[in-house]
């Protein structure tokens, strides 16, 4: 306790008393995330008001020697905002401000903080589109989207985080700022930090701004269900509607599985006999998406689909409610929910499907398969109760092998959810011993006294 | 770990079957008004849930820390209304806080008050005509809108209590000329003390339609203040004295409210926490005027007009809600902010400035739309919404709709 009021003091100076706190009720509060592990709790919360302080913190953290994990919102689902050796929690709630939204240029600027849903309606409203659309946008953070290069369900076609990042400024281990990238749309002066931040998971760096990149909106779109008495054909129509050339920006599926546990919980009248739906979505020019349409539809029913348009708005939000209430109904059929984000080839989703069939079977687990089949990265979602000992040992296995086979099929253990301290240790078999050598070489160079982020990713 | 601790801890781990159903998500944290105001996250519903798994857990022993954070809390119930995994967040919290407070007791005064204006029906209305002459003394009269400010202990403008209790005006059966069914109304603390005229006029509006009304000859207190300050069993008592009461009652099959949280106190806390089983169904007087008596009024209101749905309101009739108020007045529009005001009954006693920090940005739109009347059917809403506008120097008039319905009928227009 001593040594924790000393802590208080040293931070108060940088942030003021009562931005900083000690008490183990709070730190509980940050000793976890979205990713079900054992809490770690740190030794003390700051939530910097002005990004001026982050170097600051880094420079006290640095002669303290203690760990620094910086926190969004907190919904990371590989567990990578948990202090897991404790140390200095810093939010970056409080820097919430957007900077500036240029529709010259077509760019933003915002604080760490800003809520990705917040900066998404200030764009709307002045006539643009901040494309990435995680599916924790109403609550997590610019910074976090760009420090785990969060996905969507927009991805297919528009891509993910790291496409919209024009300038990341930030402070290194030494409380210095960096800055890279720029407004202009070429730019090849030095480095290409900004890349580095990407995916950096907290281990290289502090982001104290970012700069996106703003799209004009589609003029148009529409929206449509179908249904699939076999789940493998609903994967085959998605491989041939993009080896059609055609990049739908929804291309989503549920099992038969997820369809039953959502139509248990919410009765919005889906057919619980069938083997799967597709949700899809083309956008785009009104003459474009009205041909792209005719011809996803004829694949659809070539494949025996049930097609359902939407002709109006509330047609749109009726489909679509089917995906909104996915992840809702499964996690209250079971105590735990594991979600897993492995990701294949677009051309592999029908074996991926299989895969998680087998498995399920294998291991005899509850797996719901739902996600964004488009661009490959489904999410088999296991339902358990971390109670049950022997059931989890069964669960831990199961995933063993799912991202095994993932990796085998040419896919990556993570689409968008990180690698933090869940998928470290398969972290050599998808990268290889040089690649980690690499990334313990650059780590050590940045950060010599191992303060950022400590415990995860390598 | 004390043995008391120990137990705490025990009882405690009783509630993870409902605990465990939060997977962490955090969506609460984009519906919560003080999370929304703090950025704090021992502020949201993710944070006191995981507070409750440290302490039965073992992470840490601090019950009084606990219990300050779970007491900072409006109950404005939308982080599970919001909950993707349909979390019982009320009934957690409500439940260990009353766990809680075997170890960290209300303090004496808070308790003996509690008891003093919650358990005894009697005490209220003995005390009543004493309380109103009393709040005239030491207060002091806040202009056109009503209400009076009293400095002590706290700064705060509140409507004056009433020299006569609703239910001494209205208590039993008030029958209508050409009765064609007959409701109980249970008016709830502050329409039996201080908003008397909105019973009379839900009493009246109800007779017009040709429906007797049965109304308490006391008022008991539906608990929902003693839940929220964990003494449960008190909550429970009172919950059951009042269900014992509507069971009485054999020839109407309706309870009617004109406070939500009355409502909620009653029928949907009350029977998931306080183990009720009700032998009436409930409902809030507008929803009964519109689904039941099919009201229609073929005069309208003058002047623009919106509304503040309270949190407690049963959200399924929000829109049932903003249609009859489209009909009662030409000019409503609802208001863009769907946020709480902040009240929170003793929350806006315990945390006055977080309280009304909540409802300042409501206030805010009000005024700069210029709305003249703003419309909550609920008394506590009204009470918080006529302090803010005098506060931030609002001119509008807070009411329950019920009071304009009123009003047309006696002009004719319905």
């Known amino acids: 306790m001593v040594r924790k009021r000393r802590l208080k003091k040293l931070f108060s100076k940088i942030v003021g008393e009562s931005r900083c706190w000690i008490e183990e009720e709070v730190c509980a509060s940050y000793s976890y995330d979205a990713y079900p592990e054992k809490p770690v709790l740190p030794d003390i919360v700051v939530m910097p008001t002005h990004t001026e302080q982050i170097g600051e913190i880094i420079d006290l953290c640095n002669r303290l020697e203690i760990p620094l994990t910086v926190r969004g919102s907190g919904t990371n689902l590989s567990g990578g905002t948990v202090p897991v050796k404790g140390g200095c929690v810093m939010l970056t709630t409080a820097l919430n401000r957007i900077l500036e939204i240029n529709k010259d240029d077509m760019y933003a600027r915002v604080e760490p903080g800003v809520i990705t849903q917040n900066l998404a309606n200030a764009v709307e409203r002045e006539g643009l589109l901040y494309p990435p659309d995680p599916a924790s946008m109403k609550v997590s953070t610019i910074g976090g989207n760009v420090a785990e290069n969060s996905g969507g369900l927009r991805a297919l076609k528009y891509g993910v985080t790291d496409r919209y990042v024009m300038q990341v400024k930030f402070y290194d281990a030494f409380s210095n700022l960096v800055k890279s990238g720029g407004i202009p749309v070429k730019l090849v002066t030095g480095f290409n930090l900004k890349g580095l931040m990407i995916s950096s998971e907290g281990l290289l760096g502090v982001i104290s701004e970012v700069m996106l990149k703003l799209v004009p909106p589609p003029q148009a779109r529409k929206t449509m269900l179908v249904f699939f008495d076999d789940v493998l054909d609903a994967s085959r129509v998605v491989s041939e509607i993009i080896i059609n050339r055609i990049l739908p920006a929804t291309l989503e599926i549920m099992d038969n599985f997820t369809i039953k546990t959502v139509e248990k919980f919410h009765h919005i009248g889906l057919p619980t006999d069938k083997g799967a739906l597709l949700l899809i979505e083309v956008d785009g020019h009104p003459a474009a998406v009205e041909d792209e349409y005719v011809q996803v539809e004829k694949i659809c029913r070539k494949y025996g689909g049930d097609v359902h348009i939407a002709k109006k708005q509330e047609d749109r939000d009726k489909l679509w409610q089917a995906r909104r209430d996915t992840l809702s109904s499964l996690a209250m059929l079971k105590p735990t929910l594991i979600l897993e984000d492995a990701t294949v080839p677009r051309s592999r989703v029908p074996d991926m499907i299989k895969v998680i069939q087998d498995v399920a079977k294998k291991y005899n687990l509850l797996i719901g398969t739902f996600g964004h089949a488009g661009d490959g990265n489904l999410h088999p979602t296991i339902l358990t109760d971390r109670r049950d000992e022997e059931e989890m040992k069964r669960v831990s296995e199961a995933i063993d092998e799912i991202f095994e086979r993932t990796l085998d099929l040419g896919g990556t253990l993570s689409g968008e959810h990180g690698v933090g301290i869940a998928k470290k240790k398969y972290m050599e078999k998808e990268v290889g011993r040089g690649t980690l050598l690499f990334y313990e070489r650059l780590k050590k160079g940045l950060d010599p006294k191992g303060i950022f982020n400590p415990g995860k990713v390598i | ?116 204006l919650i358990e005894s029906a009697d005490f209220l209305t003995n005390f009543q005509p004493v309380i109103s002459v009393g709040m005239k003394l030491v207060s002091k009269s806040a202009g056109e809108s009503g209400l009076r400010t009293v400095k002590f202990p706290i700064k705060k403008s509140v409507a004056p209590v009433s020299p006569k209790s609703f239910n001494a005006i209205f208590g039993g059966l008030n029958r209508a000329e050409s009765e064609k069914m007959r409701v109980i109304f249970y008016p709830g603390c502050a329409i039996s003390y201080i908003f008397v005229e909105w019973g009379e006029a839900v009493v009246g509006v109800l007779n017009h339609f040709g429906v007797s009304v049965y109304v308490p000859e006391k008022n008991r207190c539906c608990g929902i203040p003693a839940a929220t300050m964990g003494e449960i069993d008190m909550y429970k008592k009172m919950a059951k004295l009042n269900h014992d009461w509507f069971s009485s009652i054999d020839d109407a099959e309706y309870v009617i409210t004109a406070c939500p949280t009355c409502g909620y106190g009653l029928f949907d806390l009350g029977v998931r926490v306080a183990g009720l089983e009700s032998s009436k169904k409930h409902m809030d007087i507008m929803v009964f005027l519109k689904e039941i008596l099919n009201v229609k009024l073929n005069k309208k209101t003058k002047g623009r007009s919106t509304l503040h749905i309270p949190c407690h309101y049963e959200h399924e009739y929000d829109k049932t809600l903003i249609g009859e108020l489209s009909e009662l007045n030409g000019e409503f529009e609802p208001l863009e902010n769907q946020s709480c005001c902040g009240f929170g009954g003793t929350f806006s006693l315990k945390h006055s400035g977080d309280s009304k920090e909540v409802g300042a940005a409501k206030m805010d739109e009000v005024k700069s739309k210029g709305f003249e009347k703003l419309y909550s059917p609920c008394p506590g809403c009204v009470m918080q919404l006529s302090e803010l506008a005098l506060d931030r120097g609002v001119d509008v008039k807070v009411e329950h709709p019920v009071m304009d319905f009123y009003r047309l009928i006696k002009e004719g227009g319905a």
Do not use: H, W
């Not at chain 2, 999370?35 to 996250?41: A, L, M, T, V």
């Not at chain 2, 982080?79 to 967040?89: E, G």
């Not at chain 2, 004496?108 to 008891?115: D, G, I, R, W």
């Open chain 2, 1 to 116: 770990m004390s043995k008391k601790l120990k137990r705490i801890v025990d009882e405690l781990k009783e509630l993870e079957s409902l605990t465990l159903q939060c997977m962490k998500c955090g969506v609460c944290q984009s519906v919560c008004p003080l999370y929304q105001k703090d950025f704090f996250e021992p502020s949201v519903a993710r944070g006191k849930i995981s507070l409750i798994e440290a302490l039965y857990q073992g992470r840490i022993e601090s019950v009084p820390g606990v219990i300050k954070y779970l007491d900072y809390c409006i109950l404005c119930g939308r982080c599970k209304r919001f909950c993707p995994s349909s979390v019982n967040i009320d009934e957690i919290f409500v439940r260990a806080k009353g766990i809680l407070r075997e170890i960290d007791e209300l303090p004496f005064y808070q308790k003996a008050l509690l008891k003093s």
